[in-house]
Every structure is written in C-alpha cells, then in structure tokens.
C-alpha cells in the first residue's frame, strides 16, 4: 500500500499541472510513458486508504474523526489530558473542514474517475472496476451524510464535466439514502464473478464475490437505518436482498468482514499505531461507561480492548473530566488494548457481526421474518470469534431473550474501535442508554452529546446559497445539536 500511496501521490501532482495545459497542445504532445490520468489500478488502492484512514480516525491532532470524536462520544475512550479536544464535546473548524474535504477530494474524486474510466462508454471499460468504486463511493458518501446531514449528492463531483457544476446543490439525506440504495443494487449488477480482473484492490484482493457480498450488506446496513422514516421501502429491499442469496449474496462469516489491512510499514500502518506508537501520545484511557458494561456482562473481549491497569484490574475514567481531575486517573485507568495499537491492526469498515445485529434488529421491528434472538447470538458469537475470544458459557442467559435494546447494546460493543457507526446508531435509536454525566464534568455545546458535523466553513464562502439550503433541509441550525433525518428519538 505504501507503494500505491506514494506513487499515485505524484501522479494526482502530475495530473493537476497537465490538467492547464490545452486540448489541442495534449493532442500534440502527447508521451506514452509519461499518462495524463492516473489508471483504476492506482486510483483505487489511494483513494481506498485515504477514505479509510480518514474514516478510522486519521492522525493529525485537531482533526482526528475518530480518536477525538466518535471514540470519546459514544464513551469507548475518554481523555486524560486535553478534554477540550472532543471529550468535552468541543472541536475546531480543523476538524469538521477537513473531514469533509478529505472524503470528498481523496476519496469520492478518486472513486468517481473509477466508475468513468471503467464505465461502459469509456475507452477501457471494466465493470468490476466500476462495481468496486461504486461500492465505495456509495460508502463514503453514506458516511458523509451521517456525519453532516444534507450534503450534495446528485450534482456532487460534477467539477470537470462537460457542463461543470461548481456550486453543486444540497439534497435532503431521505434522497441521498434513495440513490445509495439504488447504487449499491446497480453494483452488485456491475460486479461479475469471472468478469474482468481488477488490479490495486486492497480490500478484497480482486475476490469479486466479496465485493457483491458487501454491496449487499451495506444496502441491508441503509435499508435498516431508515426502516423507522421509510418502512414500505426498507422491508421490500431487505426482502429482496435475503430472498435471494445467488443473486444478492452477503456477508457469511468474519473471512467477508470488509476491511483495510494495515501493513507494518509506513504510512500504510494503523493509524492508531501512528498516533499512539509512533506518535508517542498518551491522552486517552478507557471509558468509565464501556468497561463498566462489559466488566457486568462477565464479557470477556474486554481482554482485546483494554489493557489491566498496574493493580491487574479494569478500570475507566468518567468523560469529560477537566484536566486537573483527569489526570488524576492516569496510574489507575486501564489504556487502549494493544491489539487496537499495532502496525498491522485492520481498520474495519462493516463486519459479519455487524449484519448479523443489523438483521437481529429487523426481525424485532417486524421488518423482516426470522429469530431476533438467534440472530443476536449470532452477531454475538461473530464478534467474539472476530477478536479469538471463546464465548463465556452462560453468556447468552446474561445478556437475556433479544429486545431493541439489547441488540444494540451488544452492536455497540461489537463496533468497538468503528466508532463512526456506533455513533450513527446512538444517535438514529438512543441506544445504548449512557449513564448520567459525572458531576464534575465540564462540557460544551449545552451539554448536549453532538448530533452532527458543522459544515465547513469552505461551504460559506465557496457554496453559500446551496448551503443555505442544505442547512434549511436539515430542519434546524448548522450546530452539534441538530438531529438527523433518520433519528427514532
């Protein structure tokens, strides 16, 4: 991976200075061994590590999505110095500018050259090409408008078409959710198990079956969160994905997991080796809240996700404490579970576990046929099995029969580190239930665990009238407080 990072580094330069030089001058000097677009085989491995850094958490201080925001928001991890970068639910323009930035210059650019170089009409038409980028521009674009709310979609990454459109406008997030449905089914149809073999794939490896399968199983993970806003439309797309497992296969077990798979070498290690390891930072310790509700379940993959403090014990500090208090916690408080902070520790997108919990919590809402409770042992049994951990026998009487809450409960230890989607679906269903702020914790934004993103400030001064408009679909200020489309609560 570091290869393709750096080689395709200096073919984005290369191609942004020809890209001012004019047709007729590129028609005459044109040098084979010097190309003027950058090919899938390169674009794909790029723009699939930058998305996913990104995503897992990147490492930039101020801008950290994960590590300094979903981590410390859902309560995996609470910081023991510098509370005000996110525990405290405070962040910078740093933050919310350059998230939004990266997924859409690193990753959906990158995608979107994909689907055209590949695309039926091109010169070197390949649908697996096609499909994969599909797949992974309908991801980030899904990660974007959980993250933000409205955004632009339908006239998005138009800046170099014929007709460019630079001031895109803004659609509702109920027709983002209609056109990623609708994309993922397009890409499963793209994606041809023998078809043309595709290159750079650092996901799956070229394994197209893989690829079908994750299509599907992202449009199941969609489908289900707006089930509550779209029910007729949710339980026809889940019924038409699980009535045919030849034609829309998903995820079966942990070896379909998608996921980067992070090398020892630099930049294309974990990005939380980078920051903890290489990085040398120490500001964060285990929540108070997870390993409270894992040390009562008698759950044991709290082995893989904490470290024992120096008295052999797990144990977690409150968030949101200032400093003066937190710091106090830094010879008792379990850290981060080395697992999460070696080089090669994959970065995960969406697991077998995850669609598992996701069907568990279908079948409860009626919005499927099937167990909810098998389906919640099997999600269960599939996140144990994830991390090599045997399942405590009398787990399952522990956690009890399947309701809403216990699903996501348990989903919520399962996405442990992919804090992004637990996030999402704290905010879309309230669970799991927090306990009560510490007393003497300090927060900002009224107190209020962050709803979404801001928009950047980019999108004032660039995009402002679309942006007004998004702001208005949202139906509430372009704040940390405004819920979402899709919330239940």
Request: charged share 20%; glycine share 8%.
């Amino acid at each position: 991976m570091k290869s393709y990072k750096i080689i395709t580094s200096l073919l984005v330069s290369l191609s942004l200075s020809l890209n001012s030089c004019t047709d007729e001058f590129d028609k005459m000097n044109t040098d084979p061994n010097n190309p003027t677009s950058i090919s899938p085989q390169y674009l794909l491995p790029y723009a699939i590590e930058r998305s996913v850094d990104r995503y897992w958490g990147g490492n930039a201080r101020f801008e950290r999505l994960n590590l300094d925001g979903s981590m410390l928001w859902i309560q995996y991890l609470a910081r023991n110095i510098y509370s005000n970068e996110g525990d405290n639910y405070g962040i910078t323009p740093t933050f919310y500018n350059n998230t939004w930035k990266s997924f859409f210059n690193d990753g959906l650019v990158n995608f979107q050259s994909i689907i055209k170089q590949a695309g039926p009409d091109s010169k070197t038409p390949n649908t697996n090409y096609e499909g994969a980028a599909l797949v992974m521009r309908s991801w980030v674009f899904s990660v974007l408008t959980d993250l933000y709310g409205a955004i632009p979609y339908s006239q998005a990454l138009k800046g170099t078409d014929g007709t460019p459109v630079y001031t895109p406008e803004y659609d509702s997030m109920d027709k983002v959710y209609a056109g990623l449905l609708n994309d993922l089914k397009t890409a499963n149809e793209k994606l041809v198990v023998g078809g043309p073999a595709i290159s750079g794939d650092i996901l799956y490896e070229g394994n197209i079956l893989k690829w079908k399968k994750f299509a599907n199983s992202l449009r199941l993970r969609l489908a289900n969160r707006q089930a509550a806003k779209k029910s007729a439309e949710s339980k026809a797309i889940m019924a038409e994905i699980l009535g045919d497992a030849t034609k829309y296969p998903v995820f079966t077990s942990n070896d379909d997991n998608a996921m980067l798979k992070n090398t020892a070498v630099r930049p294309s290690n974990n990005e939380w080796h980078e920051v903890m390891v290489m990085g040398s930072r120490t500001d964060w310790s285990m929540s108070k809240t997870f390993v409270d509700k894992l040390t009562g379940l008698g759950d044991t993959r709290l082995s893989v996700f904490a470290n024992l403090n120096s008295a052999g014990k797990y144990e977690g500090i409150p968030n949101g404490l200032p400093d003066a208090i937190a710091t106090t916690y830094l010879s008792s408080a379990s850290t981060l579970g080395s697992f999460f902070t070696q080089a090669t520790t994959p970065s995960m997108i969406m697991t077998y576990s995850e669609l598992q919990l996701i069907l568990a919590e279908a079948a409860i809402d009626g919005d499927i046929s099937g167990d909810a409770n098998a389906y919640m042992q099997a999600g269960i049994k599939a996140s144990f099995d994830q991390y090599k951990v045997a399942l405590p026998s009398g787990y399952y009487a522990t956690v009890g029969t399947a309701t809403k809450e216990k699903i996501l409960d348990q989903k919520w230890i399962a996405l442990f580190g992919n804090a992004v989607e637990a996030w999402t679906e704290y905010r879309r269903t309230g669970y799991p239930v927090l306990p009560a702020k510490d007393p003497r914790a300090v927060f900002e934004n009224e107190g209020v665990l962050p709803t979404r993103l801001p928009y950047p400030t980019t999108e004032y001064s660039l995009n402002k009238v679309s942006l007004d408009k998004g702001v208005s679909l949202n139906g509430g200020a372009d704040n940390m407080r405004t819920k979402l489309w899709w919330a239940e609560k």
